[in-house]
């Protein structure tokens, strides 16, 4: 199994409400060094989480401890930028399972499907009621259910729906990436050689 299953997660929401927030912010590219998917979400956000000393800075989101959880909700336009799928490795990595923004860079959005965290595109208004509700009660949990494939805000019951592929839906309900996918179907490919010339 690649990556933890994904079906209902309920949780406590991380707010980041800034746009156009790309690649490079995520995981600068000085730490990209590294060819294992592990330790990246130590620094996830390095340059706004720490000072050039490394002391962490007390007005960014990731340090303040009235706000944890395993949703990270983001401002429009979320991973912009280069291609780096170190991106998603560090999301994944720190902790987080879901981003919710009301848009995402393409391939970020794909590198989210085949890494385990699950990209969810909402309206605008739903992610500015998002915004105001974690304000109100940073306590406040929403819900996101992949197979109902909605995302509903606890305090208020405001769901909205989302959409995903229906492979990519499967791969995630299964933990799978593409080649836990494939391995997967072994006995049915091997089958099916068996048949040919």
Request: net charge negative; proline share 5%; glycine share 6%.
């Amino acid at each position: 199994m690649a990556y933890d299953k994904f079906n209902v997660l309920t949780s406590r929401v991380v707010p980041l409400p800034t746009e156009n927030v790309d690649t490079d912010q995520i995981i600068p590219a000085r730490f990209l060094k590294a060819t294992e998917r592990k330790g990246f979400g130590d620094n996830l956000f390095r340059d706004w989480r720490y000072d050039s000393e490394g002391n962490p800075k007390k007005d960014f989101v990731l340090n303040n401890p009235t706000y944890e959880g395993k949703i990270l909700v983001a401002g429009k336009n979320f991973g912009s930028g280069s291609s780096r799928e170190h991106a998603v490795w560090a999301i994944y990595d720190y902790g987080f399972r879901c981003v919710v923004s009301s848009f995402f860079a393409d391939i970020f959005k794909n590198n989210c499907l085949n890494i385990g965290v699950l990209p969810v595109t909402v309206s605008p208004e739903f992610v500015e009621e998002l915004f105001t509700e974690v304000e109100k009660d940073p306590l406040t949990e929403i819900t996101v259910d992949i197979d109902a494939q909605t995302i509903t805000i606890g305090s208020t019951g405001r769901s909205e729906t989302f959409d995903i592929n229906a492979y990519k839906k499967e791969n995630m309900k299964n933990g799978f990436d593409d080649i836990d996918y494939l391995l997967n179907l072994k006995e049915q490919i091997a089958e099916f050689a068996e048949g040919r010339p």
